[in-house]
């Protein structure tokens, strides 16, 4: 640190750092009336320089008003420690009001710069309404900052747009990206916007979609905007992406679907067939040809593929064929033209073109477990497990998850190796054993003495996460009630859809309690509960693990016009049957619904349903 700086901050320290201070730092009164200097000659000073004035102040007043322009100068060179060291020795004064928005302004920049978004706007949010368009306009850029930083696209956009009426700057591109990851759901039901400029975005991207919504060209929607917005900022925007973006005219006529109809995995193919039959039965006119992968090769595939000209393609499914099939594409020297939506995770060393990728993997749903408790303030989960490959990755990718949100110490895992291990790992990680072993210590020292002793289990955790299926939960189950303290709140139990074996709720009394994450589709109150229903009665006795491939079929088909349209508009969500689907990276992710077993029966939890509003956005 200069030593300028450091003899400034003893000075300071000592004697308000002004030359002759004339009252306490505490009575504002007196220092309400004392002049500022003018500082229009001081544009180009280093903060050295403004340091120095403030040693030499007239007046307590100058002092502070110097030492703010120091540090805010330090804050512009990018010494953001010096600047913070200046700042911190105004934390307890009586700063003049005049002072006290800059001060503050100041402190909001410290916090961006830290990255402590939310500390930061509640600053923002105690500065009163200034008169000074230099300062609004600095008040424009911290606000944005802050709202950026927590990812609240709508209120960023906000700034961006009225910081527009202030400077010439272009800050369309960043407005545009901003409101483009604004959830569909608020678009939907828009609130009206007091800004002439701000109505013409939102008209904008809730024209977009409902067009997407109901399935209909893009262009068209963007050429209606451009006649009553002519004179939008947007404008030439709007006019590029039209020009540069040929999917906004176009939509894939021709689709190829493919999939093991046969074979090891043909009832799953099977499976998503008829979902992709029940979305063409929705008044669809694509040309749709099925190839078997089981009976082609990925050689013979690709050929057809370019013999048919295909336009999309739905599929492969199998993880072993999806890798073949990338292989083949990677061999090839020029990108394939058409639109794929695999139905797998991503292929192994796959480079995405146009292409995205749906899993209804359990990884997906551990994202989301992570989400929906952590939503409900659960802050110290304990995680269950089996002691295998496949358990240990998935109890490591919750784990890492919920600590990125949470911290280290949030999340407690524990892993049993078969059905005998369960009670003792149970007991472990709720902390029972080790009760048990403290009241056996002090059994012990009291000799003949009877004490009376219920152990205890463990205080940290709000909630168990169960990895398992349904076989597993049902054997856990017992074991977590048997070792949670009989005076100790009851703890929440969630699993994921793994634990939802049967195709109705018979014979699920023994999991009643267990929260778990299902495809809306598999609930009771969905609205395409009929469609279900028909699935029923021609395919009756199906597996919900069944019931949910053709819940991925109908909605690859669904997916399959708004897919180049979703990779530009990452905000936007489909209602699926298998989710609440939008597209992040060329993946698929999916935001489950959540039910009960209770007495039997399975009933939906409350607060599956979105809501949106502008203040939290």
């Known amino acids: 640190m200069p030593k300028k700086l450091l003899a400034c901050i ?26 500022l200097a003018d500082t229009t000659t001081l544009i180009d000073a280093s903060p050295e320089d403004f340091l120095e004035r403030a040693a030499l102040a007239e007046n307590r007043a100058q002092t502070y008003q110097f030492l703010l322009q120091a540090s805010e100068a330090f804050f512009a060179r990018g010494e953001w420690q010096q600047g913070a060291s200046v700042l911190s020795q105004m934390e307890d004064v009586a700063l003049p009001s005049r002072l006290r928005t800059e001060y503050l302004m100041q402190r909001a920049a410290l916090l ?50 009225e910081l527009s009426t202030y400077d010439e700057q272009d800050h369309n591109p960043r407005i545009w990206h901003h409101l483009s990851h604004v959830p569909a759901g608020y678009w939907r039901n828009a609130a009206r916007e007091s800004s002439e400029r701000m109505r013409g975005w939102t008209s904008l991207f809730t024209r977009l979609t ?10 068209p929607t963007l050429e209606r905007w451009l006649q009553q917005f002519s004179g939008h900022p947007a404008r030439q925007q709007v006019e590029d992406v039209l020009a540069d973006q040929p999917w906004l005219h176009e939509q894939p006529r021709r689709i190829a679907v493919l999939l093991p109809l046969s074979g090891q995995f ?27 992968t089981t009976a082609y090769n990925a050689d013979e595939v690709l050929e057809r593929l370019q013999r048919e000209n295909i336009e999309a393609v739905i599929g492969p499914l ?38 995205n990728f749906f899993a209804l993997d359990i990884d997906t749903e551990v994202e989301s477990a992570v989400d929906y408790l952590s939503q409900r303030d659960h802050e110290n ?20 998850q919920w600590v990125a949100k949470h911290g280290v110490t949030s999340v407690h895992v524990g892993r049993y190796s078969s059905s005998n291990d369960m ?33 205890r289990s463990r205080r940290d955790v709000s909630a168990i996460y169960l990895l398992g299926d349904a076989a597993q939960a049902r054997l856990l189950k017992p074991f977590i009630e048997t070792n949670i303290s009989p005076f100790a709140r009851r703890l929440p139990v969630f699993a994921s859809s793994s634990v939802h074996e049967s195709s109705d709720s018979r014979g699920s009394s023994d999991l009643d309690g267990i929260v778990f994450s299902e495809a809306p589709w598999l609930l009771p109150r969905h609205s395409e509960r009929a469609l279900f229903e028909r699935f029923q009665q021609l395919r009756p006795n199906q597996s919900p693990s069944s019931q949910r491939l053709i819940g991925m ?14 990779n530009w508009l990452p905000g936007y969500d489909h209602p699926g049957l298998t989710g609440q689907l939008r597209i992040s990276e060329h993946a698929i992710s999916r935001q489950l619904h959540w039910a009960v077993f209770d007495n039997g029966r399975i009933v939906e939890q409350r607060g599956n349903e979105q809501s949106f509003s502008g203040d939290t956005l």
């Open 210 to 219: 409902q067009a997407l919504d109901y399935r209909e060209p893009v262009a």
């Open 381 to 400: 989960v304990l995680v269950l497990g089996a002691d295998t490959q496949r358990g240990r990755q998935l109890a490591n990718q919750f784990e890492s």
């Open 266 to 292: 043909g009832q799953q193919g099977l499976a998503v067939r008829d979902g992709v039959l029940a979305a063409l039965s929705n008044e669809r006119n694509e040309d749709v040809l099925f190839i078997d």
């Open 112 to 161: 961006l710069y830290f990255e402590q978004w939310q500390t930061a706007q509640q600053i923002l949010d105690d500065i009163e309404r200034t008169s000074s368009r230099e300062q609004r306009v600095a008040l424009l850029r911290l606000y944005y900052q802050s709202y950026a930083g927590q990812q609240r696209h709508l209120s960023a956009a906000r700034q961006l747009v």
């Open 318 to 355: 199998s993880r072993d064929y999806v890798n073949r099939f990338a292989a083949t594409l990677n061999a090839q020297d020029e990108p394939m033209p058409w639109v794929q939506l695999w139905l797998n995770r991503t292929p192994d060393d796959y480079q995405p073109g146009l292409d």
């Open 10 to 35: 003893a000075i300071f320290a000592l004697a308000g750092c002004a030359g002759q201070p004339s009252a306490p730092v505490t009575d504002r009164s007196a220092i309400e009336d004392e002049p």
């Open 423 to 455: 009670p003792d790992r149970v007991a472990e990680s709720l902390h029972v054993r080790d009760s048990n072993n403290r009241i056996e210590l002090v059994e012990r020292a009291a000799g003949t003495t009877t004490i009376e002793s219920e152990p």
């Open 553 to 566: 079929g109908y909605d690859a088909m669904e997916l399959l016009p708004r897919l180049s349209v979703m």
